[in-house]
């Protein structure tokens, strides 16, 4: 019988590249450098860059592989945007704009509870950042 072996299947350097190319196309809306009408914008070009920064480092982070030193430090980054982000979406964006929700409440209350998700997912990203963090000045 052979013995089972702990290596996990290469990644598509393909999957990475991709994830730069998309990534690196919303960095250029967020920067204007390509131009899109603002009626079609619903966040701020900040928060529009933050979620190109995330899949630009999630290509490089897929390129690097699984055992590079830097990834810790990919996923502080990371989470710290999904932080900023969800963040924004429970401190600034209005209730009218969440959509979707549990079925017989009003739109009024699925908002308010959505701005309270995203605000708990803010606090879980951030609480997760430091983790990566830690793991990354440890050297891991």
Same mark, same amino acid.
């Given at each position: 019988?052979?013995?089972?072996?702990?290596?996990?299947? +290469?990644t598509n350097? %393909?999957?990475?590249?991709?994830?730069?190319?998309?990534?690196?196309g =919303? %960095? /250029?809306?967020?920067?204007?450098?390509?131009?899109?009408?603002?009626?079609?914008?619903y966040?701020?070009?900040?928060? /529009?860059?933050?979620?190109?920064?995330?899949?630009?480092? $999630?290509g490089?982070?897929?390129?690097?592989?699984?055992n590079? +030193?830097?990834?810790?430090?990919?996923?502080?980054?990371i989470?710290?945007?999904?932080?900023?982000?969800?963040?924004?979406?429970? %401190?600034?964006?209005s209730?009218?704009?969440?959509?979707?929700? /549990?079925?017989?409440?009003?739109q009024e209350?699925?908002?308010?509870?959505? +701005?309270? =998700?995203?605000?708990?997912? $803010? /606090?879980?990203?951030? =609480?997760?950042?430091?983790? $990566?963090?830690?793991l990354?000045?440890?050297?891991?």
């Amino acid at each position: 019988m052979s013995e089972p072996t702990s290596e996990h299947p +290469k990644t598509n350097p %393909l999957f990475g590249w991709m994830c730069i190319v998309l990534g690196s196309g =919303v %960095l /250029l809306i967020a920067f204007g450098v390509i131009p899109v009408d603002p009626s079609t914008v619903y966040a701020p070009y900040s928060i /529009l860059g933050l979620c190109g920064l995330v899949f630009a480092i $999630a290509g490089v982070m897929i390129l690097m592989g699984e055992n590079s +030193k830097y990834n810790s430090l990919g996923a502080a980054v990371i989470l710290v945007c999904f932080a900023l982000c969800g963040g924004w979406v429970a %401190l600034f964006a209005s209730p009218d704009s969440i959509e979707g929700g /549990l079925p017989f409440l009003s739109q009024e209350v699925n908002g308010v509870l959505g +701005k309270i =998700v995203f605000g708990g997912g $803010a /606090l879980i990203s951030a =609480v997760l950042s430091v983790y $990566a963090w830690r793991l990354f000045r440890e050297g891991r």
